[in-house]
């Protein structure tokens, strides 16, 4: 039952990935890459407890990448921007928007704001 509970966990992984990085082949292809070692490097594991362990651990990084990664890709008509895409899976607190102010964006000078 633990190898068709660790194909599963497998395949939700891949398929989130697929997801969260759509059109980042290179992003994908590493986050493949990633998986697969892990699972093979855990594929002689017998142990039930650690078995359990491991695929907890399977679904939380699940978890993470479906609620808490973004594809945030550069926005080409503002400097220093980029749009950030939501889904209704991501865990956004109150249902509010972020604002995120980059270390990156230049400060205004005081005269600046006064206008």
Sequence with gaps: MSLSQARIAYR?????????????????TAAHKKTREEFENNRAVTDEKKVKKLLKHAADVELVIRSYVVQAPRNTEK???????????????DRHPIIIKSS???SKSPEEESK
């Design 12 to 28: 939700r992984l891949l398929k989130i990935q697929r997801k969260r990085f759509a059109g980042d082949v290179p992003i994908i």
């Design 79 to 93: 400097e220093n921007t980029y749009n950030i895409k939501f889904t209704s899976e991501h865990a956004l607190r």
């Design 104 to 106: 990156l964006q230049k």
